[in-house]
């Protein structure tokens, strides 16, 4: 495979984005929090993935049929593996991630021939300019430095008529966002190991969350949802070590940031990508709060 990607690799991966209103790029604290987490967890759940896909790429089966394919922050590789799925046919499906969870990733699509995988930096991205001609970005863009500068990057590896989904946490209400910043000025100082531990001892929390806001009793759902929004960065995803892997996920980057509609709109803008259209109306999920966030597709013009 390492002679089939060749041809889609950059000689010399471009200079890193410079933005003056952009943090520092030191990304060690992302390296280590997904290098720790997709080597510890495996969270493979097949019907929840693909259904994750389908809603926040707005890809089926059919549309990648003889295409090349970018994930652009694969880690494990979880939607890497749905894609590749789908994409049967596909010429080339390439996993892209900073960390060490490209070794996960490596291991969980061994054995299909058209998935490479591919380290490096969104903000940086190895690859050569108008080689894709779908990519999607799940939950990745918010835990870069600047994800602005790291979708405009994406942006220019669509080849002509080449169409880029990408899903972001949305910014919440000014209260709620205090309540966030406040957990995570504490949490994102904590050794992951420690955070990790914490976060296990909070799975019963997200089980009752869950519980409680789902009560036919007002009070008792409204009790739910106070405490929801005192601990919201805790999962309430049904699967107890999928809310361990989700809570550690929220606590331990450095780097997340929440976004509108009308800001990331306004990147698709600034990229010259057309036929821009919000993926979330409609989505059904799996469970409370999955499907939270800003979920857009555009296509470069032909």
């Not at 060490?100 to 380290?119: F, H, N, Q, W, Y």
């Not at 209260?175 to 994102?188: D, F, G, P, W, Y």
Request: net charge positive.
């Amino acid at each position: 495979m390492s002679g089939f990607l060749a041809p889609y690799l950059h000689p010399k991966p471009p200079a890193m984005p410079v933005s003056s209103s952009s943090p520092t790029s030191d990304q060690a604290r992302t390296k280590s929090t997904y290098g720790l987490q997709w080597n510890r967890f495996r969270i493979i759940r097949d019907a929840e993935d693909r259904a994750t896909f389908a809603n926040r790429t707005g890809l089926r089966e059919g549309d990648l049929a003889g295409k090349t394919i970018l994930d652009g922050g694969c880690g494990m590789g979880r939607y890497l593996r749905v894609a590749a799925a789908v994409a049967e046919g596909a010429r080339l499906v390439v996993g892209l991630d900073l960390s060490r969870a490209v070794e996960a990733a490596r291991e969980l699509t061994e054995g299909l021939d058209a998935v490479a995988i591919v380290r490096g930096d969104l903000l940086r991205p190895p690859l050569r300019e108008g080689s894709f001609d779908h990519i999607y970005s799940i939950g990745v863009l918010d835990h870069t430095p600047d994800p602005r500068a790291a979708f405009l990057q994406l942006a220019k590896l669509l080849k002509p008529g080449g169409r880029i989904a990408v899903w972001v946490y949305q910014r919440e209400s000014p209260m709620v966002e205090r309540v966030m910043n406040l957990h995570r000025a504490v949490s994102t100082r904590l050794p992951l190991g420690l955070l990790l531990g914490l976060c296990r001892l909070t799975a019963p929390i997200g089980l009752w969350k869950r519980r409680l806001m789902a009560s036919r009793w007002r009070a008792v759902e409204r009790f739910g949802v106070a405490m929801h929004a005192l601990t919201i960065g805790v999962s309430m995803h049904p699967d107890a070590e999928v809310r361990v892997c989700d809570t550690l996920d929220w606590y331990a980057p450095k780097y997340l940031s929440r976004h509108t509609v009308e800001e990331v709109a306004g990147w698709f803008a600034e990229a010259g990508l057309v036929d821009v259209v919000d993926l979330s109306p409609g989505q059904v999920f799996h469970h409370e709060g999955q499907g939270n966030g800003v979920n857009l597709a555009g296509r470069r013009p032909a």
